[in-house]
């Protein structure tokens, strides 16, 4: 699946059955349901991509200082550039 074909997704009711748990999470996120994606990033801490998607929403939540832990646990650093982009950067990764 490419990232324009998920992103076609979008429309559909639920995400598609088969996707990585962590892009399942993105798409909650991109349907405007945080909780359920971050209940996802809370599912598995302590694993790198749960802990970087869990920083992404942190961040997007507006909490710097608890988005610097996340991304400090994920051993990445702070994503430079906007929401958008660090979504479409871990869609892509994640498929």
Same mark, same amino acid.
């Given at each position: 699946?490419?990232? *324009? ?5 979008? =429309? ?12 399942? @999470?993105?798409? /909650? ?20 991509? /749960? *802990? ?9 939540? @507006? ?6 832990? !996340? /991304? ?7 994503? *430079?550039? =906007?929401? *958008?982009?660090? !979504? ?8």
């Amino acid at each position: 699946m490419t990232l *324009d074909q998920f992103t076609a997704t979008l =429309s559909q009711s639920q995400p598609p059955a088969t996707i990585n748990p962590i892009v399942e @999470g993105l798409w /909650y996120d991109a349907k405007g349901n945080w909780e359920q994606a971050h209940n996802i990033a809370q599912s598995r801490e302590g694993e790198p991509s /749960y *802990d970087r998607l869990h920083a992404y929403l942190h961040r997007k939540e @507006g909490d710097r200082f608890n988005a610097n832990y !996340w /991304y400090r646990r994920a051993k990445v650093p702070f994503f *430079d550039g =906007s929401l *958008d982009e660090e !979504w479409n950067a871990l869609v892509t990764q994640m498929l």
